[in-house]
């Protein structure tokens, strides 16, 4: 069975960094995409970095310049560095991992908090 871990999440003052790490198991996730979201109170989840199996590269307009997505594959994970953090950055972070010529290959962690605070 295919699970995914997040962790590295927590309280930060604004500007600070933060790095969120996602380690799978249950498959082989070098043919996978990998990606984080977010989900803040009474908003949508969103789409927050994205990396495919080439490592290319896809980041929310909002993001752009100050996280960085990266994986390992020999390790299964996958991480997200995020710096110059805002008080609007703060939600839950979930990892997602998924194939996109199989519908049924999709799963997502169980999230970490991040909170952006003074």
């Known amino acids: 069975q295919v699970q995914l871990k997040e962790s590295g999440g927590g309280l930060v003052q604004p500007g600070g960094s933060l790095k969120l790490s996602c380690v799978g198991s249950?498959?082989?996730?070098?043919?996978?995409?990998m990606g984080w979201y977010r989900q803040a109170p009474g908003k949508q989840r969103e789409l927050v970095a994205a990396i495919d199996s080439d490592g290319i590269t896809n980041y929310a307009d909002s993001v752009k310049g100050r996280f960085t997505i990266a994986r390992d594959d020999a390790k299964d994970t996958v991480y997200l560095q995020m710096n110059s953090l805002k008080p609007e950055d703060t939600a839950v972070y979930y990892c997602?991992?998924?194939?996109?010529?199989?519908?049924?290959?999709?799963?997502w962690g169980q999230g970490t908090q991040v909170t952006v605070s003074s």
């Open positions: 997602r991992t998924w194939r996109p010529t199989t519908a049924t290959y999709d799963y």
């Open positions: 249950g498959s082989a996730f070098g043919f996978n995409v």
